[in-house]
């Protein structure tokens, strides 16, 4: 048997039908021992009544006394239907908010960020979450307590933008400023020093921020007038600054970067590509990542080679990814788990091209690449956690669909897991989970996408 807790908010019954509301945001299945347990259909947001040849009403029979049959007007608008409930409910129903409802309201995640072994999600009312490991403070909760649930970001109400890499995660401000969390011994909270911080920090000189970007050890922005600062780790030249300093802790612009329309920041080396189609990448190049053709480490940008009309570009630790205009993805650098994608084990020192078209976006991670096309993932390389979503652990040297996957709109690689949010706003998540980073309230690694649901 199965029961459903209830929060009543108000209750209000007519003539004309019911407006009983309630909150069944955090809602919760218990079998008859009391336990958790998972309600049928849930699995892809789906309710029993999804599927069925009548839209899912309630027979006249069916609906309890005070409440209009399904359909009706509830409370002024049109309801969706709780046939567990019996009632006529509106965004409270679960799987039609795709976080949580908060005085009527849906609160949907619009971004997510995976680290190395944490998550944190933007969602649409500006705040962030966070879960996953937090010996460093990843989750910016004031606290160095891991966590299987998500946690509020102290101090964060107008984010617009995250990003995370592996143990720190940047947000932009609605008013252009940044504010950085996590490990902090290169700087790259760029607060000026390498001292932890517990909460986040705003970072210095930056008033203008538009999209940020966050490496192993260091932090890229690109500025609102198309300009580029970076700062933190620097020993192989990642900040392009000309110099191989090990740490820079305040923000720095590499000289003859303009017109930037995105920027990746990676292991050890940063990218960038240019409203002009060009692309340009500086620091580690030990396995071809810059793809320039050579190896060794530069301290300021050079030129990606046989790239142009780039629209996108994404890092790995020692990977890189670009878009072309006409739909098609390149990769380069290191291959030895086909993060390349080109259907070998090789490394590659120049772009290779990846069997994919219509791509809109490309995504790196650690060790794995992904992509968005046609509101479909497609992931290969690296696969020991199960974050290629492909239901096994075989690494792959050519793109894999996840199978489970329709309507993705947003999509983000971390060390050993993914994310997604589709169109319905239901954030997913796979791969590694030693320290609960896919938020599923258990430490097991997932090979298919889990959906994540926000702390009770």
Known sequence: MWSLRLLFLCTTVTATGCSLLFDVSGYRFEDEAGQD????????????????????????GDSDAGAGPCGEPCG?????????????????????????????????????????AHTCVLLDDGTIECWGNNTVSELGDGTMASRLEP????????????????THTCAVLRSGELRCWGENGYGQLGEGDNAPRLAPVTVIDITNGFQVSTGLSHTCVRLATGDVACWGANAQGQIGDGTMVSRRTTPYSPPGLSNVLRIAAGGQHSCVVRTTGGASCWGSDSRGQLGNGSSGSFASPASIMDLTAATD??????????????????????????????????????PARVALSN????????????????????????????????????????????????????????GTHTCA??????????????????????TENRLVPVRVRPAD
């Open 313 to 350: 570009i994404a890092t790995g630790l020692e990977h890189t990814c670009a878009v072309l205009g006409d739909g098609t993805a390149r990769c380069w650098g290191d291959n030895r788990y086909g993060q390349v994608g080109d259907g070998t084990f090789i490394d590659r020192q120049t």
């Open 37 to 60: 347990a998972q309600a049928p259909g849930r699995d892809a947001g789906a309710w029993p009544d999804e599927g069925r040849d009548d839209g899912g009403a309630l027979d006249a």
């Open 359 to 414: 791509v809109e976006r490309v995504f790196a991670g650690g060790l794995h690449s992904c992509a968005l096309v046609d509101g479909g993932v497609w992931c290969w390389g690296g696969n020991e956690f199960g974050q290629l979503g492909i239901g096994n652990t075989t690494n792959q040297e050519r793109p894999e669909r996840v199978a489970s996957l329709t309507g993705v709109q947003v999509l983000a690689a971390g």
């Open 76 to 116: 002024g608008s049109t309801p969706y239907c709780d046939p567990d409930a019996r009632r006529c409910v509106e965004c409270l129903v679960a799987g039609h908010c795709g976080w949580r409802c908060e005085e009527g309201t849906c609160v949907d995640p619009v971004d997510v960020a995976p680290g190395a």
């Open 421 to 442: 949010i589709d169109e319905r706003a239901h954030l997913y998540c796979w791969g590694g989970n030693s320290s609960g980073q896919l938020g599923d309230g258990t």
């Open 151 to 166: 946690a509020r970001v102290l101090g964060v109400s107008d984010a617009t933008a995250i990003a995370s890499f592996f």
